[in-house]
Each structure stands twice: as structure tokens, then as C-alpha cells.
């Protein structure tokens, strides 16, 4: 089961739901849930720095031809694309799910350079070398993928993260996703 393999640690870091908190969560307090849509849209938005962040950690230790390390040009011509599309959605999701101390009306596109410097760094500091080859895989059976679907099944494997969760065990994503109505 997926759950139970070590690299799901990395993938989480590569849906990025679970660092888009961390940096910030200093400043933030968790506030309302995200719909489906909403996660999806940020993990769209932060697909093509968590990938490039992916390549980066993993580049010495992957084949020169391995899917991962030539994903530079689907990066810039699909993801960066999808990510700028599902910004103004994700943007304000991730402002309306964290209270920041921002002067009301602050446009999300301010704090996009933050929070995409903070995923690149949390990506390439979580991936552990012998997680390199799973997530190489992982990504080559996602690359054919639309950038939304590749959006829709992280935010599932976050959903499966949180049910696997035990009693008392500490939240690992930095905002809940609501099944119902946004709340």
C-alpha cells in the first residue's frame, strides 16, 4: 500500500500541502478548509517549483535519461503554464484558509515569491537520496497527465494521509480540505 512506503513523505512534499504551512505557520494561524478544488488549484500553482525543487535533489542521484531530470521543457511548457492559470484560485484559497498579517485587500500575487521560495526550499530539503528512483517513477507515470489531474491525485494521497492519521497523532497537513460545503 502507498501509505505505507517511506517516499510517501517526499510525495506529500511534492504535493506541497504540507509545506505550504510550514515557513509560514509563525505567522499564520489555520483558519478556514479548502474545498477539493482550492488544494487542487495550489498544488497546480506550486507543481513546476516542487518538480524543479525534485529535480534539483535528485539530479545526482538519477540516470541522465531518467524522466525526471529531462523534465525541464515540460516543466516550462505545461506545468509553468497550468500553475500561472490555477494562481488566482489558489491564491486566494491559500490567503482565506491562513489569517496572515496582511493589510486587508493585499492581492494574493504578493505573497506567490514567498511561497514559492519556501516550497522549493522545503522540497529539495525533505527528499531523501534513496527516495530519488520511487519518485522518478512516480513522476514518469504522472508526466502524460494534465497538470489539474496530476493536482487531483495528490490531493488525494493528502485525503489518505489524514484517514491513515491515528488518534492524538499531530496534523501533517497545514489546512483541512473540506468534504462538504466550504466552511
Same mark, same amino acid.
Given at each position: 500500500?502507498?501509505? /505505507?512506503?517511506?517516499?510517501?513523505?517526499?510525495?506529500?512534499?511534492?504535493?506541497?500541502?504540507?509545506t505550504?504551512a510550514s515557513?509560514?505557520?509563525?505567522?499564520?494561524?489555520?483558519g478556514?478548509?479548502?474545498?477539493?478544488? @482550492?488544494?487542487?488549484?495550489?498544488?497546480?500553482?506550486? =507543481?513546476?517549483? #516542487?518538480?524543479? /525543487?525534485?529535480?534539483?535533489?535528485?539530479?545526482?542521484?538519477?540516470?541522465?535519461?531518467?524522466?525526471?531530470?529531462?523534465? /525541464?521543457t515540460?516543466?516550462?511548457?505545461?506545468?509553468?503554464?497550468?500553475?500561472?492559470? %490555477?494562481? $488566482?484560485? #489558489? *491564491?486566494? #484559497? !491559500?490567503?482565506?484558509? !491562513?489569517?496572515?498579517?496582511?493589510?486587508?485587500?493585499t /492581492?494574493?500575487?504578493?505573497?506567490? $515569491? =514567498?511561497?514559492?521560495?519556501?516550497?522549493?526550499?522545503?522540497?529539495e530539503?525533505e527528499?531523501?537520496? @534513496?527516495?530519488?528512483?520511487?519518485?522518478?517513477? !512516480?513522476?514518469?507515470? =504522472?508526466?502524460?497527465?494534465?497538470?489539474?489531474?496530476? *493536482?487531483? =491525485?495528490?490531493? %488525494? !494521497?493528502?485525503?489518505?494521509?489524514?484517514?491513515?492519521?491515528? $488518534?492524538g497523532? #499531530?496534523?501533517?497537513n497545514?489546512?483541512?480540505?473540506?468534504?462538504?460545503?466550504?466552511?
Amino acid at each position: 500500500m502507498i501509505r /505505507s512506503l517511506p517516499v510517501l513523505h517526499s510525495l506529500s512534499a511534492l504535493a506541497l500541502m504540507g509545506t505550504l504551512a510550514s515557513q509560514t505557520a509563525h505567522a499564520a494561524q489555520a483558519g478556514k478548509c479548502l474545498t477539493p478544488a @482550492e488544494a487542487e488549484s495550489v498544488a497546480v500553482s506550486a =507543481l513546476p517549483d #516542487a518538480l524543479s /525543487s525534485a529535480q534539483k535533489a535528485c539530479a545526482p542521484h538519477l540516470p541522465a535519461r531518467s524522466a525526471l531530470r529531462t523534465a /525541464s521543457t515540460r516543466i516550462t511548457q505545461v506545468y509553468r503554464p497550468a500553475a500561472d492559470r %490555477a494562481w $488566482p484560485q #489558489a *491564491g486566494r #484559497a !491559500f490567503l482565506s484558509a !491562513f489569517e496572515l498579517p496582511l493589510p486587508e485587500g493585499t /492581492s494574493p500575487d504578493v505573497v506567490r $515569491p =514567498l511561497l514559492l521560495a519556501t516550497i522549493s526550499a522545503l522540497v529539495e530539503q525533505e527528499i531523501k537520496p @534513496e527516495d530519488c528512483g520511487t519518485i522518478d517513477e !512516480f513522476y514518469s507515470a =504522472l508526466e502524460p497527465l494534465p497538470p489539474e489531474n496530476v *493536482g487531483k =491525485l495528490l490531493v %488525494a !494521497f493528502l485525503k489518505l494521509g489524514e484517514n491513515d492519521k491515528k $488518534p492524538g497523532q #499531530a496534523k501533517s497537513n497545514p489546512f483541512t480540505i473540506c468534504e462538504g460545503p466550504k466552511q
